[in-house]
């Protein structure tokens, strides 16, 4: 069986840890795309002279031209600017809109089979925007973003109990902002919902609640520190988790960035929820009851998905 092709678009921080990641796993053959030349060239160079150490089989190239991503199995997309301190993700629209338009055609021309992982931000905007500038189906697009935030969550919620973060099942709904919604009635230490674990350890939930906005500004406490872009080994291993759910047909439950149209009472809207992915891509999205304030911290958040696709189609008349 010929090795399946996953195709980078963008070479930055999150493309190139991306591709190791990937080579690493032997998931195929890699293509790494960028707007700057050399870039994806030289780390796929760099990148394949780590397989005779590592030990990994895996063809590497880097690329400018998006005929070069011909067939891919997936692709992920990170090309876009980052953020730098003081930067919401929202401040990145404009720019990353345009970037949006070239990936979308580029995909749209090229591997119009392809399972689409969008980590560009302001993520739920910009996996819409891929979307609609792709034409694929929606099922085949989809958000990266609460594997990572559920994954902050967890972090900071083993490091608080003292307990393996194997055993921490974190849970985030909502858009990848502020607003985000870390779900502590689903959050659980191996099945012990985390709120029952708290009391028995005598953790108030005042600190539960600080770890809580610990999680939603998980991202801009890394910018803060790295000062000159934003996060990049968890992003990247977060989509790779996905591809792999994709590629393997693993039908795994993860938090992502899905099409929701009527759950949740949405209309049409992308933004994070439990959904299942395996070989047809997003395969269902799960309806969880939420408690009435849950509830109504989902709505702020989906609202400011919503603005976000406002402005958006102000700024592009195409998509309106
Ligand atoms: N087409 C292809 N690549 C592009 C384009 C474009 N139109 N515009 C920019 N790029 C490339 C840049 O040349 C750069 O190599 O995208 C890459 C982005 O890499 P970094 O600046 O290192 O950013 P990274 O940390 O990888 O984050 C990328 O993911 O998490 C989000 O907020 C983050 O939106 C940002 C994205």
Same mark, same amino acid.
């Given at each position: 069986m010929?090795?399946?092709?996953?195709?980078?678009?963008?070479?930055?921080?999150?493309?190139?840890t991306l591709a190791h990641l990937?080579?690493?796993?032997?998931?195929?053959?890699i293509v790494l795309f960028d707007i700057a030349e050399g870039i994806p060239q030289g780390k796929a160079l760099d990148l394949s002279q780590c397989g005779p150490v590592e030990g990994f089989d895996a063809k590497i190239t880097g690329t400018n031209d998006y005929a070069d991503i011909a067939g891919a199995d997936v692709v992920i997309v990170t090309a876009g600017v980052p953020r730098k301190p003081g930067m919401s993700r929202d401040d990145l629209l404009g720019i990353n809109l345009s970037v949006m338009k070239a990936v979308g055609e580029g995909i749209k021309n090229n591997c119009p089979d392809a399972f689409v992982i969008c980590i560009t931000n302001p993520l739920d905007a910009m996996v819409w925007a891929l979307r609609?500038?792709?034409?694929?189906?929606?099922?085949? %697009?989809? =958000?990266?973003? &609460?594997?990572?935030?559920s994954a902050r969550f967890a972090t900071f919620l083993a490091?608080?109990?003292?307990?393996?973060?194997?055993?921490v099942n974190a849970f985030v709904l909502g858009g990848h902002g502020d607003t985000m919604v870390p779900v502590t009635s689903y959050t659980t230490i191996n099945g012990i919902p985390v709120n029952d674990y708290a009391k028995i350890?005598?953790?108030?939930?005042?600190?539960?609640?600080?770890?809580?906005?610990r999680t939603r500004a998980g991202g801009g406490e890394i910018v803060g520190l790295l000062k000159t872009g934003s996060a990049y080994y968890a992003p990247a291993t977060s989509g790779i988790a996905m591809a792999e759910a994709y590629l393997g047909d693993?039908?795994?439950?993860?938090?992502?960035?899905?099409?929701?149209?009527?759950?949740?009472?949405?209309?049409?809207?992308?933004?994070?929820?439990?959904? %299942?992915? =395996?070989?047809? &891509?997003i395969e269902d999205v799960v309806e969880?009851?939420?408690?009435?304030?849950?509830?109504?911290?989902?709505?702020v958040s989906t609202d400011a998905v919503e603005e976000l696709l406002v402005a958006c189609k102000a700024l592009e008349p195409s998509l309106a």
């Open positions: 010929a090795r399946k092709k996953i195709a980078l678009i963008g070479s930055g921080m999150i493309g190139g990937a080579a690493k796993k032997e998931m195929g053959d609609e500038f792709s034409g694929l189906p929606h099922n085949k %697009v989809v =958000g990266m973003a &609460g594997v990572l935030d490091w608080e109990f003292d307990v393996s973060v194997k055993d350890k005598g953790v108030s939930a005042d600190r539960i609640d600080e770890i809580v906005k693993q039908k795994r439950i993860l938090p992502v960035a899905a099409y929701v149209d009527g759950k949740y009472g949405l209309d049409g809207l992308y933004v994070g929820v439990p959904a %299942v992915i =395996g070989a047809n &891509g969880i009851s939420l408690s009435d304030e849950e509830k109504a911290n989902l709505k």
